[in-house]
């Protein structure tokens, strides 16, 4: 999953130490998800379920 590593590591690279810390937070957990579901929030465009990651994953699909 090459893509969803470039576009992660992209927003670790250029966003996360600029983000608050609950963002940071919420980057962290969203880590802890297994990689088809990273690719469908990410890539695909599928909802997280949980409201809360949703404008994280906005932001880190604009990248």
Known sequence: ML???FVLERYL???YAAADGA???LFRDLLTAQDPE????I???VAHPD???RPLIARIRGI
């Open 3 to 5: 893509e969803l590593d």
């Open 13 to 15: 690279d250029d966003h």
């Open 23 to 25: 963002e940071q937070v």
């Open 38 to 41: 990273l690719q469908a929030w």
């Open 43 to 45: 890539l695909n465009g």
């Open 51 to 53: 409201e809360a990651f």
